[in-house]
């Protein structure tokens, strides 16, 4: 079947840190791949996204590339800020434009 | 545009009783969807509707039914709660802004006690 799996546990770090949080997926062909991205008490909002393989995505820093051979989406931001904080969900479309989400990381940035 | 809006945003239930979840959307998307996130869950797919007129289920439909009342509105009705169904719901969009790209309601966060 369809379906993604996040590193498990919540992720603290220092501000400026470098920040990765690891997807991998099992899908039937190649997905479209999705980060989204929760803030407190708001609904989920598109962070980036990669319609095939070796794409790479990016926005307002963070990076993730679609690698097949690796089935993974893997994100990363070099410099992180209080402001990031927040819950990450890594997705793949399994087609109708239906999701399958991972079960989300918890980031948590120091000042 | 007030995008993709849910109502209401709290709501309690005793077990049995019944109830409809509001979203409306004025992005003019074509899709729209209903999840329910638990903890450790992530998101969970209910139902959706790939357009206007249809509805299909999604990953976790039992004690669930929709409604797709017009291009805008999807809702989401509960006959009988039960304990299990205490989780955060959301709604959402796609296929007119960016295709592919869901765009998601605040949420409604029902508790069946």
């Known amino acids: 079947g369809n379906s993604v799996t996040q590193m498990e546990g919540p992720v603290t770090l220092s501000e400026e840190a470098f920040l990765t949080i690891n997807c991998t997926y099992t899908a039937t062909g190649y997905p479209s791949l999705f980060w989204y991205v929760q803030y407190p008490g708001e609904g989920l909002q598109l962070l980036l996204k990669?319609?095939?393989?070796?794409d790479k995505g990016s926005n307002k820093g963070f990076e993730a590339t679609y690698r097949k051979e690796t089935t993974s989406f893997h994100l990363e931001k070099g410099s992180v800020q209080v402001s990031d904080s927040a819950v990450y969900f890594c997705a793949l479309d399994y087609g109708n434009n239906r999701l399958a989400f991972g079960k989300g990381n918890q980031v948590v940035v120091i000042p | 545009n007030a995008g993709v809006t849910q109502t209401p945003k709290f709501q309690v239930l005793k077990t049995g009783q019944s109830m409809t979840l509001q979203c409306a959307q004025d992005m003019n998307h074509n899709s729209m969807y209903w999840y329910r996130q638990d903890p450790g869950m992530g998101l969970r797919l209910i139902y959706y509707s790939a357009s206007e007129g249809t509805t299909d289920k999604g990953e976790v439909p039992n004690g669930y039914n929709v409604s797709r009342l017009n291009k805008r509105e999807f809702s989401l009705r509960l006959e009988s709660a039960a304990p299990s169904q205490t989780s955060v719901y959301f709604c959402?969009?796609?296929?007119?802004?960016?295709?592919?790209?869901?765009?998601f309601g605040p949420g409604t966060r029902l508790t069946v006690l």
């Open positions: 959402a969009g796609s296929g007119q802004v960016s295709y592919n790209e869901q765009f």
């Open positions: 990669a319609t095939k393989a070796d």
